[in-house]
């Protein structure tokens, strides 16, 4: 006969064997539709590439070399690949200045959310939502429409009497940021309300009552309780900047290339799927460090409150 | 009389919030109002019309496309829903199991790595099958978007379960009702709501790819927005503004939607 704690035992492997099963066409899919032919991409960037696109399968490792060096075709020496590494550059200036933009916008605003009475409060949030949930393209598109020539801005600029020639933003890298920052600041908002609706105001008033001038509370209060919606907020605006496609190929106009234009490129017309491949596990890559100096600083952050 | 001293202030911030949901709006507010523009500028103003949405309904194209962009995300987002929620029962109310916690990061994945880094792999991996199968039809952006709406539908699902009592269940379990008739007649009602906002949720996110579509998508298989893409190096008349307006119009919907069935407990 088993005993009582055999049959838990037997009880109990058994639920972890049917949990498993339940999870698996999600596990499936996600591994056979998204994240397992990643490793076919890290293959095809140490092969050789063909004439028509795809590959030769041939070990190479020009593909990471031509990442950052170029290879002269005459002499056969080593410089710095000045095409690429400008677009790195232009990547990482980019994606930093729109998580600035958004936070130094997203900050007032998620602050005045959380401020707001119970029942409006969802309200206001539902309206920075909003955009969120339509079409990225569509947004982008409605940002060229007002930042064009004869656009919204313009007029605006010259029936005020501001400028009398209009500006030129469009296909600029100025019109790549202004994008960027209106489709993801809803990305900056949404974490930041969320530390901010926890912040005792009792604190605050503590700060008043030892005469903290309403700039020293926020600096020596607000600032530090919300430190991991800032946190959380950056990374989430971050990331998809980051890799952005479709935003400075719709507003930066093919030739103010990001990251991840460059990466379809190589697939396009470029016809160098090897490099395309590089590329993408560089920008992987740094995608994985933001993410895990993100969770150390949550992490850390966490414990403090704890 | 000294106005009250209010602690929550904070200078200026009123304004700048102001701005910032003026910024959000305008650019929409402008795109649907060009739409109904009787000249062929998206910028200047001659008259009210509805032409160019009768243009949009007679263009073949922005109809064939706007069909499959709701056949891929009808199906995407039943598989995906179905998949999340057996994936959402099995990852929750649990004591913690080997290998939960890493369940629970790969569902989570696709959130994380950056959509073009998906859509090159993709592009890969599905040319691989499509020249060892022949077979090129829309199987391919239905299991990709399948794929990342999970993690989308899967978050309500899981929000809802951890929400649940368990004592309805125990109760059910008592009256010697088996594990399926629990599950059916207990589990999935109150279930129901997460499951319905997960749909919604997955559904919108596949209506709205860009990216992982352009790459995956094989000759003559245009979605909505790969339709638009394309258009957007050309000149643009209203038309696109109106085809975004309808657009704008069906994903505002289903979000409102969502938001008030999630406000109702």
């Known amino acids: 006969m088993a005993s009582a704690a055999e049959i838990a035992k037997a009880y109990e492997a058994q639920d972890v064997r049917r949990r498993w099963l339940l999870s698996l066409p999600a596990l499936l899919i996600i591994f056979f539709a998204a994240i397992g032919p990643l490793a076919i991409v890290l293959v095809y960037s140490f092969l050789e590439p063909g004439n028509y696109g795809d590959v030769i399968w041939k070990f190479s490792t020009d593909a990471w070399v031509s990442v950052v060096l170029e290879r002269d075709i005459f002499d056969d020496t080593l410089s710095f690949a000045d095409a690429h590494l400008s677009i790195f550059w232009r990547s990482l200036k980019l994606s930093l200045l729109t998580t600035l933009l958004t936070l130094l916008i997203g900050f007032p605003t998620a602050y005045f959310i959380a401020t707001r009475r119970e029942g409006t409060r969802e309200i206001w949030l539902f309206l920075v939502t909003i955009p969120f949930w339509t079409n990225l393209l569509i947004r982008t598109f409605a940002i060229q429409e007002v930042i064009r020539s004869e656009g919204l801005l313009n007029s605006l600029l010259i029936w005020t009497g501001v400028i009398d020639q209009p500006l030129r933003i469009l296909f600029t890298d100025t019109a790549v940021l202004i994008g960027m920052a209106y489709v993801y600041l809803p990305l900056m908002v949404l974490p930041l309300f969320a530390s901010m609706e926890k912040i005792d105001f009792r604190l605050v008033e503590a700060g008043y009552d030892l005469y903290a001038s309403r700039f020293q509370v926020l600096r020596r209060i607000i600032v530090p309780l919300v430190k991991p919606g800032i946190i959380a907020g950056s990374i989430l605006v971050f990331i998809p900047s980051l890799g952005a496609y479709v935003t400075p190929r719709v507003l930066g106009g093919g030739r103010n290339l990001m990251v991840g234009n460059l990466i379809e490129l190589q697939f396009g017309q470029g016809r160098n799927w090897p490099l395309g491949a590089s590329l993408s596990m560089t920008l992987l890559a740094i995608v994985l460090i933001a993410l895990m100096v993100y969770i150390r600083y949550a992490g850390s952050g966490e414990r403090r409150h704890g | ?265």
């Not at chain 2, 106005?3 to 003026?22: E, K, L, P, S």
């Not at chain 2, 057996?86 to 569902?107: S, W």
């Not at chain 2, 998906?118 to 077979?135: D, E, P, Q």
């Open chain 2, 1 to 265: 009389m000294a106005r009250t001293f209010d602690v929550r202030r904070q200078t200026g911030f009123t304004t700048i919030a102001a701005i910032c949901f003026a910024l959000l709006y305008l650019p929409i507010m402008t795109l649907v109002v060009y739409a109904f523009n009787a000249g062929t500028s998206i910028a200047i103003w001659e008259g009210f019309s509805l032409r160019w949405f009768e243009a949009a309904w007679n263009n073949n194209q922005v109809i064939e496309a706007s069909w499959r962009s709701v056949r891929i995300a009808s199906v995407a987002a039943v598989l995906a829903t179905i998949a999340a929620t057996m994936a959402a029962l099995a990852t929750t109310r649990t004591k913690p199991y080997r290998g939960l916690a890493g369940k629970y990061a790969f569902i989570n994945m696709p959130l994380m790595v950056p959509e073009i880094v998906v859509a090159v792999a993709l592009l890969i991996f599905f040319s691989r099958i499509k020249i060892a199968t022949g077979y090129t039809g829309l199987g391919y952006l239905i299991a990709a978007h399948t794929a990342f709406c999970i993690p989308f539908a899967y978050l309500p699902i899981r929000a809802r379960l951890e929400s649940m009592d368990q004592s309805l269940e125990t109760a059910a379990a008592d009256l010697y009702a088996n594990g399926w008739r629990t599950f059916r007649r207990i589990t999935l009602p109150l279930l129901w709501p997460g499951i319905l906002a997960g749909l919604m949720l997955a559904f919108v996110i596949s209506l709205d790819d860009v990216v992982i579509t352009e790459f995956v998508k094989s000759g003559g298989q245009d979605t909505l927005p790969t339709y638009m893409l394309g258009q957007l190096r050309r000149v643009v008349t209203p038309e696109m503004n109106a085809i975004s307006t309808v657009f704008l119009l069906l994903s505002i919907g289903i979000v409102t939607l969502f938001f008030f069935m999630s406000r109702r407990k």
